[in-house]
Structures are given as C-alpha cells and as structure tokens.
C-alpha cells in the first residue's frame, strides 16, 4: 500500500510515512496470514476466568445441601437402593445429588441440559422428582425420589 501527500517532503516526514506504512502492513500481514488466531486467542482469555468462577460456584452450591436436610429421598425409582439424597436451589434452578458418603453434583432442574449426547430434563411432578431423557429419538421417564 503506498500513500501519497501533497504536502513537500522532508526527512521527518518520510521517517513517519516509513513508519505508518510499516504499521499499516505488520497487522494486515497478521490477520490476512492467521485469521482464527486472534478470535482463538480471545475466546481462550475471555472463557477461562468465568469457567473457573462457575465451577467454585457449583462445588460451593453442592456442599450446602446436606445429606440429613435433604428435601428429597430416593427410596423410589432409579436410586432406590442407593443412598442419594436431592435438594433443589432456592432460585429453582438447579437439582443438587448428595450421596451418603458426602459426594455431591449440580444439574440444572426445570430445563433441559445435555450430557453424554443425552438430552435430559429434570422436573417436580406433585411428589416425585422426575428425570426425562432423550437418547436415539427413544424418551424415557425415570423416577429419582421423592419429597419427605
């Protein structure tokens, strides 16, 4: 790219020309060269703090349900011979899993989330927490507990 000015030239000015050309070209030559790198680059910075800060968030949610306090209890359906335990966010938007031996999980509740190609939904129907998965077109309906 060459630039022209109407103004006479002195050694000042062909040293900025020189170094408003070399700084026109190096970008271009960049992104013409690399196009995804930049994007890449940005997704990797902007994705990396808030995946962090959603992970201790969903481990600190897990730990405030206790196994004991639990709403729900899974002495019917999938779980029954378990020792699992549901409790449901106060927000209503996440289903928490406490086993016995104090593992805990969060999965979203009341919306559809998918896992393992799975799609799956979990919901309150009267009583019982129930879990709707999709898997190959086929829905099933599984019963997890229910409420105290």
Not at 28 to 57: E, H, T, Y
Not at 73 to 99: A, H, N, P, T, W
Request: with cysteine; glycine share 8%; charged share 25%.
């Amino acid at each position: 790219m060459v630039m022209s000015f109407s103004r006479p030239e002195s050694d000042s000015h062909r040293s900025c020309e020189a170094s408003c050309h070399a700084a026109v070209v190096v970008p271009w030559f960049v992104v013409k060269r690399v196009p995804g790198i930049g994007f890449l680059a940005l997704l990797g910075i902007s994705c990396g703090s808030p995946a962090l800060a959603n992970i201790k968030d969903e481990f600190q949610r897990a730990q405030g349900c206790d196994y004991f306090k639990a709403d729900f209890v899974s002495d019917v359906g999938v779980y029954k011979d378990s020792e699992v335990r549901f409790c449901i966010s106060d927000d209503q938007q996440e289903l928490i899993y406490v086993m016995a031996m104090g593992t805990s999980w969060v999965v979203p509740f009341n919306r559809q989330y998918r896992s393992k190609g799975i799609l799956s939904l979990n919901t309150l129907e009267e009583n019982r927490l129930v879990l709707y998965q999709k898997d190959g077109g086929v829905v099933q309906r599984k019963v997890l507990g229910r409420r105290r």
